[in-house]
């Protein structure tokens, strides 16, 4: 199995910050990574896809990008409403293997 | 708008066998190159990937689980199901039903999928 690694666990940031969290991947996973936020008691929303393209209807705050290994997935201006969880997923192989998550949280 | 909704018991004995469906509403199941997906989420912690059937069938298991796990398909009902046998408490997890689909084709006739659409999710407990 692909095992996909995401840095940070957990980070403290401010209305309007911008912040990164990174995902490495076993294996090189080309670009077949997506990221998901995830709200207490909701499931999982799909958010990039492709390691870049947005899916409908997300800010274009958010972007995405990587290849191989190393993914990254960036907010540039935290808004309330991005105070949540964010996973990656490889989609290389299967089983499609997901990072651990990053819980972003109010400072 | 194609929406997914798991049902199932929300306890379990050790050593039994979960079954768990997933109701397709909004959409055919046998539509597209989908594949319709397993995932859980143990409280507090990362998401895991079980399983998915393809709309023709085939399937994919995550190997730490193949061989306790089914997962099927009944297209006269637009559902899909999950069975894992021998439960025990590692297995307590909240279950999702998701949809996975090809959402932009990539080199070599590869395609980039997603889990696009979700169910709401339904909490599994292995308790005696």
């Known amino acids: 199995d692909i095992q996909m690694t995401q840095s940070p666990s957990s980070l403290s940031a401010s209305i309007g910050d911008r912040i990164t969290i990174t995902c490495r991947a076993s294996?090189?996973?080309?670009?077949?990574l997506n990221w998901y936020q995830q709200k207490p008691g909701k499931a999982p929303k799909l958010l990039v896809y492709a390691t870049s393209t947005l899916q409908s209807g997300v800010p274009s705050t958010f972007t995405g990008s990587g290849y191989g290994t190393v993914f990254t997935l960036t907010i540039s201006s935290l808004q309330p409403e991005d105070f949540a969880t964010y996973s990656c997923q490889q989609t290389y192989s299967a089983p499609g293997t997901f990072g651990q998550g990053t819980k972003v949280e109010i400072k | 708008q194609v929406q997914l909704q798991e049902s199932g018991p929300g306890l379990v004995k050790p050593s039994q066998t979960l079954s768990l469906t997933c109701t397709v509403s909004?959409?055919?199941?046998?539509?597209?190159?989908?594949?319709w997906s397993w995932i859980r989420q143990p409280a507090g912690k990362g998401l895991e990937w079980i399983g998915r059937i393809s709309t023709s069938g085939s399937t994919d298991y995550n190997p730490s689980l193949k061989s306790r796990v089914t997962i099927s398909v009944d297209t006269s009902k637009n559902q899909f199901s999950l069975k894992l046998s021998s439960m025990t408490a590692a297995d307590t997890a909240l279950y999702y039903c998701a949809r996975d689909v090809p959402l932009v084709r990539g080199a070599a006739n590869s395609y980039y999928y997603g889990l696009d659409v979700w169910g709401q999710g339904t909490t599994v407990t292995v308790s005696s």
């Open positions: 909004g959409g055919s199941i046998s539509s597209g190159s989908h594949y």
């Open positions: 294996q090189s996973i080309n670009s077949f």
